[in-house]
């Protein structure tokens, strides 16, 4: 019998909320820790990496240090950022001199829009391949899928993007090379997201730009988790369809199509659900390298163009985000999975 | 009649995109997000492309393609006698652009000079810090606080800056990016509305483009200024698509997503020189790739023992292996693109045999050395590491070990200048003014060691030579000044000169009259679409 959703107020599910969200406290100055620290383990240095080949003069070089408050005991430094934070203030780029958080909310919703046509790919695509390898186990389509599932796996995506781009807007010419849409559009951002920006102008040619542009990098993003969504979906579904209640589903003489689709496929899903939630910070690091590859304007790009500058301020900031973020899906999707399977509540 | 509905529709689509392409657009594949759009405190390349290039003007600037300085906002000067007062005359009627958030009431004047300099040296004017954190990193770097004495109002068109002592690569000085020229004017209105940040986001300018739309790390818009004071551009609208990695680039030009890049990476060159549609343009940068020996460190104290290690390399392999025909030989510091150059030094010649004797008679023998390889690719250098493994091999010939050191680029470079560095310490440079000063003297000079002065070396004679010429301003007097430099310094060798690059710019075959700077920026003055 599949699992019945439970309806109405559960004091299980109330606690279990508790817990976790007590857990992001300790996780968050965690987290903070290590991004202010991973910058300074970085060699180099953001006053002489602002310099360029002039360099600095040793008295100039203190005073900017001081000016840029470097001079502070390490701990000082570190608990005036966290101040700072905590109050919402995530600190000025060091590169551009605005604020992080404005460049952040500029730039993030081109990686939102990349990542969820990355992952509406993977699932379109990883769920039904996933169950039908585990429904036709063993068969030659099982084989070749999980075969090219291990592939995607391990594909690495700087030169699986490369190679993409080459092949289907270099030889092929069938779209873009790279940006979100073509440059003959001059559409000031309205939600930030392309599809839907374009969609609000009413600008049809425009939509379809920015769908092609779309395309490639969803691809390659979308690759990996594509594999293990398809991995885990045929996993889960050949446990299930084990199961006694399968069985005595099809002892009933049920047809196999409701077999699959109502009594397996719902259970299976429950440990497809947290793949996917764990995608996203895998999604994330992927989109630093798609980003990078397709001039994708978002924030991974804007992480790595930040490293290589030095530019202290964003990239602790960033990371930090980036994190709070991704805490904040897995947190979602632990609640999902409460919510869907009742047993996790009470453990 | 839902058909013809759409087929109207259609035909409207097509029009209104024939329409469109009426106006003449160039798009620039260009390397890297400019940081913000105000020249003054900015350091980058790219930086500079995206502002000073197009948005605004120098009193003197560059001439295309060259690095001799001519008249821009200043239609003529005047130089004292004694070197130390530049009187420049400002042409009259030049415009600011209009834009949305600004409409200037005046044309420039003497006030927008004095207010370009001041922001930048007077720690009291309200602009020194206009943004957080920010530094004016060339206005420092060329050592402007040291020579600036006063910069003063003769009359509205009329400005005289008056120097400590007499400066000949001043002139220079003020054609570099840095010295563009911003409105007061609009200074004044956005002090008044107090967003002084507005200054480096919403440019205005005098220049040939005026700024419309920046898409933060996507796209920069520009159109042309139709009051420009040299007359419109030939093209409308020009376009900055920010695209960072070079291979993308070279894919883009050749799907024709843009007209123009910079820095193709070297694989690619071949592709698109064989390319029928584009054209590749080259040049000599105006750089060099050297390596500093620490001539206060035994037995590198001892120019023989330099002269001799540097017979031991074949740089001609370096340059094929390395620079793969993107490269040149380097005989003397500076380029032969840039003024002053001595022909007649004589090329450094490749014979380990010669050079194991002398090093034998300097009594130098089983030398273990450090030899530092630059971390990053440079225009000068792209590749240190490989560089100096060909060095490794070529000294280990003549009985020399060297252990090749590296570090992060910032630290790199820090480790470097330290005076007790130990080992031959391989860096580069890139013009910044087309001045010979520019390279001697940062490079080179006594006042330089601890800072860009790599090899701690201080030669009488030398500093005789390039302080005599930066004190004058006769340019047969300098050029003879810089030869004897030149050879001084090749009898001294106090750093290998190892080769000057070449720098590649492709393009549409449609894209006309572009100029190659030797100064490495890409302006699109005057440039033009073939239809």
Not at chain 1, 45 to 56: E, F, T, Y
Request: with cysteine; proline share 6%; charged share 20%.
């Amino acid at each position: 019998m599949a699992v019945r959703v439970a309806k109405g107020k559960d004091p299980h599910m109330l606690n279990y909320l508790l817990r976790r969200l007590a857990l992001i406290v300790p996780t968050i100055i965690g987290i903070s820790i290590c991004a202010f620290a991973f910058v300074r383990v970085l060699p180099g240095d953001p006053i002489l990496a602002m310099a360029g080949q002039h360099g600095v003069t040793p008295e100039r070089y203190e005073i900017l240090k001081e000016q840029f408050g470097y001079n502070l005991p390490i701990w000082q430094q570190y608990f005036d950022y966290l101040g700072s934070v905590l109050q919402g203030d995530f600190g000025i780029s060091l590169a551009t001199k605005r604020p992080v958080i404005n460049e952040f909310l500029a730039l993030f919703p081109a990686t939102i829009e990349l990542a969820l046509t990355a992952m509406f790919l993977a699932v379109l695509i990883g769920i039904p391949a996933g169950i039908f390898a585990a429904v036709k186990r063993g068969s030659w389509f099982d084989q070749a899928t999980m075969g090219v599932a291990l592939t995607g796996y391990s594909m690495p995506i700087f030169w699986w993007g490369l190679l993409l781009i080459i092949f289907f807007s270099g030889y092929l010419g069938w779209t873009p090379v790279s940006g979100r849409i073509a440059l003959s559009f001059f559409l000031r951002p309205i939600t930030g997201f392309m599809l839907i920006d374009t969609l609000l102008y009413g600008n049809w040619p425009a939509f379809v730009s920015a769908l092609r542009h779309l395309i490639l990098p969803a691809v390659v993003l979308g690759t990996i988790p594509l594999a293990v969504i398809a991995r885990q979906t045929r996993s889960a579904m050949l446990e299930v369809l084990g199961e006694d209640y399968v069985r005595t589903a099809r002892a009933k003489g049920l047809s196999p199509r409701r077999v699959v689709n109502i009594h397996a496929l719902r259970n299976a899903l429950i440990p497809v659900i947290t793949t996917i939630g764990l995608q996203v910070g895998l999604l994330m690091g992927g989109a630093i390298l798609t980003e990078t590859i397709f001039t994708w304007p978002g924030i991974g790009k804007w992480m790595i163009d930040s490293i290589f500058k030095r530019d202290y301020v964003v990239v602790q900031s960033g990371l930090l985000i980036i994190a709070l973020i991704v805490m904040a899906v897995n947190l979602l999707v632990d609640l999902l999975y409460a919510f869907i399977n009742p047993r996790i509540r009470v453990q | 009649m839902k058909l013809m509905k759409t087929l109207l529709a259609a035909t409207a689509i097509l029009a209104l995109a024939a329409g469109a392409a009426q106006a003449k657009q160039l798009i620039y594949c260009s390397e890297a997000s400019p940081a913000h759009f105000d020249p003054g405190p900015l350091t980058g390349g790219n930086d500079f492309d995206a502002s000073s290039h197009t948005i605004y003007n120098r009193l003197v600037e560059f001439a295309p393609g060259a690095t001799e300085v001519i008249p821009a906002l200043a239609e003529s000067w005047e130089v004292s006698a004694d070197g130390k007062e530049y009187t420049f005359h400002l042409r009259p009627g030049v415009k600011f652009h209009t834009q949305p958030y600004f409409t200037p009431t005046r044309d420039l004047t003497a006030d927008d000079v004095i207010f370009t300099f001041e922001r930048q040296w007077k720690e009291d004017n309200k602009w020194h810090a206009y943004l957080e954190g920010m530094t004016w990193d060339y206005f420092q770097g060329m050592d402007m606080p040291k020579y600036l004495s006063s910069i003063e109002k003769v009359d509205d068109l009329t400005v005289k800056f008056v120097l400590t002592e007499p400066n000949a690569p001043m002139l220079a000085n003020l054609a570099m990016d840095f010295a563009s020229i911003v409105s007061k004017e609009y200074a004044d209105q956005l002090e008044a509305s107090g967003d002084l940040a507005a200054f480096s986001t919403q440019p205005v300018g005098t220049g040939p483009f005026q700024f419309v739309d920046y898409q933060l790390d996507t796209v920069i818009r520009y159109a042309a200024f139709p009051d420009y004071w040299e007359g419109k551009q030939p093209i409308d609208d020009l376009v900055f698509a920010i695209t960072t990695d070079a291979s993308v680039r070279a894919q883009r030009l050749i799907a024709g997503e843009c007209d123009i890049m910079p820095y193709p990476a070297p694989a690619d060159i071949d592709i698109l020189k064989a390319d029928e549609n584009l054209t590749v343009m080259e040049q000599e940068g105006l750089n060099i790739g050297y390596i500093s020996y620490n001539t206060t460190e035994p037995p590198f104290d001892n120019p023989d023992v330099r002269k001799a290690l540097t017979m031991a390399i074949d740089k001609s392999a370096i340059i094929e292996a390395v620079y793969q025909g993107a490269g040149q030989d380097a005989k003397n510091l500076i380029p032969p693109t840039m003024w002053s150059y001595d022909d007649a030094t004589a090329a450094d010649v490749y014979d380990p045999e010669a050079a194991k004797a002398a090093l034998e008679a300097a009594g130098v023998t089983d030398l273990t050395t450090d030899l530092w390889a630059i971390p990053v690719s440079r225009p000068y250098n792209p590749n240190g590491q490989r560089v100096a493994e060909l060095i490794q091999a070529d000294w280990a010939k003549v009985g020399v070990t060297a252990n090749i050191v590296t570090y992060e680029w910032t630290e790199y470079r820090e480790r470097g200048k330290q005076p007790d560095r130990k080992g031959p310490f391989m860096i580069g440079w890139t013009g910044d003014n087309g001045d010979p000063d520019n390279f001697f003297a940062t490079l080179f000079s006594c006042s330089a060691i601890g800072v860009s002065n790599y090899s701690s070396w201080c030669n009488e004679d030398f500093e005789a030579a390039i302080q005599a010429a930066k004190t004058t301003s006769d340019p047969a007097e300098r050029t003879a000044l810089y030869t004897t430099a030149q050879e001084i310094f090749k009898a001294e060798e106090p750093a290998i000169t190892l080769a000057h690059s070449r720098v590649f710019m492709p393009m549409k075959k449609t894209v006309l009259n572009y100029h190659m700077s030797p100064l490495g920026n890409h302006s699109f003055k005057g440039v033009d679409i073939e239809e």
